[in-house]
């Protein structure tokens, strides 16, 4: 069980908020309180004291690093612990999946345009982090790699990631499928320069034909900028107007 004894307000109720938030039993007591019995992890703030002599786990935050000290807290308890490795499955639409150690504190299905602001967020209180690229969708995961220069990066080979899902599992694929990325090493890179093959233009083109208002079709320069995230294809058919 996670116990939560700290004096400190703000700690307390980003702590309490994102715990309930994930449906994660716990429960609060003052810190110079005696831990209940059955208790596995207390999140504390650096200055609470607690028994020294009580055998439990202890993360220590401040309100700032709530998210983190929940991640690790649940890890604990679920007998993992580690590093914060992030796994992502890339499309229009990436599965990214957080890992603590070999647990699953969070999981996203985001447009791509969200997907680096994401995985930033999720890693921003880890300590070394590590992200993980399925190598599948060559030009929007090569986005992905440019625009996370900050961050630890490894591309993966995500041959057989996706697993078979059941009906009235959509989305799910791509989230399962970033879990399992995440468990698999891959190669360190630092940039990722992919050309658009004839295909992939022809596809983008193709869908500007069939979402304008104006049976108009942008050209392969434009097509080119969809491709590698400069523009979307409403951006590219205001363009081609123009």
Same mark, same amino acid.
Do not use: C, W
């Given at each position: 069980?996670? &116990? !939560? %004894?700290?004096?400190?307000?703000? #700690?307390?109720?980003? +702590?309490?908020?994102?715990? =309930? /938030?994930?449906?994660? $039993?716990?429960?609060?007591?003052?810190?110079?309180?005696?831990?209940?019995?059955?208790?596995?992890?207390?999140?504390?703030?650096?200055?609470?004291?607690?028994?020294?002599?009580?055998?439990?786990?202890?993360?220590?935050?401040?309100?700032?690093?709530?998210?983190?000290?929940?991640?690790?807290?649940?890890?604990?308890?679920?007998?993992?612990?580690?590093?914060?490795?992030?796994?992502?499955?890339?499309?229009?639409?990436?599965?990214?999946?957080?890992?603590?150690?070999?647990? &699953? !504190? %969070?999981?996203?299905?985001?447009? #791509?345009?969200?997907? +680096?602001?994401?995985?930033? =967020? /999720?890693?921003?209180? $880890?300590?070394?982090?590590?992200?993980?690229?399925?190598?599948?969708?060559?030009?929007?995961?090569?986005?992905?790699?440019?625009?996370?220069?900050?961050?630890?990066?490894?591309?993966?080979?995500?041959?057989?990631?996706?697993?078979?899902?059941?009906?009235?599992?959509?989305?799910?694929?791509?989230?399962?499928?970033?879990?399992?990325?995440?468990?698999?090493?891959?190669?360190?890179?630092?940039?990722?320069?992919?050309?658009?093959?004839?295909?992939?233009?022809?596809?983008?083109?193709?869908?500007?034909?069939?979402?304008?208002?104006?049976?108009?079709?942008?050209?392969?320069?434009?097509?080119?900028?969809? $491709?590698?995230?400069?523009?979307?294809?409403?951006?590219?058919?205001?363009?081609?107007?123009?």
């Amino acid at each position: 069980m996670i &116990v !939560v %004894a700290t004096a400190d307000f703000e #700690l307390y109720h980003e +702590v309490v908020d994102l715990l =309930r /938030e994930r449906g994660v $039993a716990f429960t609060t007591v003052e810190p110079d309180d005696d831990l209940p019995e059955g208790t596995s992890v207390v999140v504390t703030a650096p200055d609470d004291h607690i028994d020294g002599d009580a055998d439990v786990d202890r993360v220590t935050a401040t309100a700032d690093e709530a998210r983190r000290a929940v991640d690790e807290a649940l890890a604990l308890l679920r007998g993992g612990e580690g590093r914060t490795v992030v796994g992502v499955d890339p499309g229009t639409r990436p599965g990214v999946a957080v890992l603590a150690g070999e647990t &699953v !504190v %969070a999981a996203f299905h985001v447009p #791509l345009a969200d997907a +680096v602001e994401t995985i930033r =967020r /999720e890693v921003a209180d $880890a300590v070394d982090p590590l992200v993980r690229i399925g190598d599948g969708a060559r030009i929007q995961g090569a986005r992905l790699v440019d625009d996370l220069d900050d961050v630890t990066v490894e591309l993966v080979d995500e041959t057989g990631t996706t697993p078979y899902l059941g009906t009235g599992t959509r989305g799910m694929g791509d989230v399962l499928a970033a879990v399992n990325i995440a468990r698999l090493e891959g190669e360190r890179v630092d940039s990722r320069e992919i050309e658009p093959t004839a295909g992939e233009l022809q596809r983008i083109k193709d869908r500007s034909r069939r979402v304008s208002t104006d049976d108009r079709t942008i050209d392969d320069a434009l097509a080119r900028r969809v $491709a590698v995230g400069d523009l979307t294809v409403k951006e590219a058919l205001d363009e081609h107007r123009d």
